[in-house]
């Protein structure tokens, strides 16, 4: 059975309309795979060790990613080192000012657990913006739908 686990950290109404199209994303292009939905704060190492690709959400804030989406890293990250090399993995960033910060310890994340970034690091960046949501959207249908087809 083919998981995707979507770790979401949404904390406003902006970051919710763009969870759930995320979620929309996911469910119209999943075929067999199923989603198993977390918040950042409740996801365990278990639940990345056991996942067929991963698609991550976080805000930057203070010139970092969200404190909780850290946590889950701080939590996880000895137990999954080496365990999940080639992880296909994406990301989006909601950044009310910049997103650099967060993009960098991401993807320097991603790098350090060998995992395989499918597809661009999307930076949600500036005043909100409603056509967000369709990349989002884009984002996590092409991700479900590489893990679907076998392609990532
Ligand atoms: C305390 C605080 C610190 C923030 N720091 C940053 C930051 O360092 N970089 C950035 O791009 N946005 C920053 N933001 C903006 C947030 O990224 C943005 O508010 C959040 O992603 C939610 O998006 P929304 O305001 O559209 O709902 C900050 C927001 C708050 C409240």
């Known amino acids: 059975m083919k998981t995707l686990l979507f770790v979401s950290h949404a904390i406003s109404e902006n970051t919710r309309h763009l969870e759930q199209s995320a979620l929309r994303g996911i469910d119209i292009h999943r075929g067999d795979v199923?989603?198993?939905?977390?918040?950042?704060?409740?996801?365990?190492?278990?639940?990345?060790?056991?996942?067929?690709?991963?698609?991550?959400?976080?805000?930057?804030?203070?010139?970092?990613?969200?404190?909780?989406?850290?946590?889950?890293?701080?939590?996880?990250?000895?137990?999954?080192?080496?365990?999940?090399?080639?992880?296909?993995?994406?990301?989006?960033?909601?950044?009310?000012?910049?997103?650099?910060?967060?993009?960098?310890?991401?993807?320097?994340?991603?790098?350090?657990?060998?995992?395989?970034l499918v597809q661009p690091p999307l930076i949600l960046k500036g005043a909100y913006d409603t056509a967000f949501e369709n990349d989002v959207y884009h984002l996590s249908a092409s991700l479900v739908a590489g893990l679907d087809a076998g392609i990532f």
């Open 34 to 116: 199923t989603l198993i939905a977390k918040p950042a704060r409740d996801v365990i190492a278990a639940d990345i060790l056991s996942c067929t690709g991963i698609l991550i959400a976080t805000t930057e804030n203070i010139g970092y990613m969200a404190g909780l989406t850290k946590d889950m890293f701080d939590r996880t990250y000895n137990d999954l080192l080496g365990k999940t090399d080639g992880l296909p993995a994406a990301f989006y960033i909601r950044a009310g000012l910049d997103g650099t910060a967060t993009n960098h310890a991401l993807t320097a994340i991603a790098n350090g657990l060998n995992w395989r």
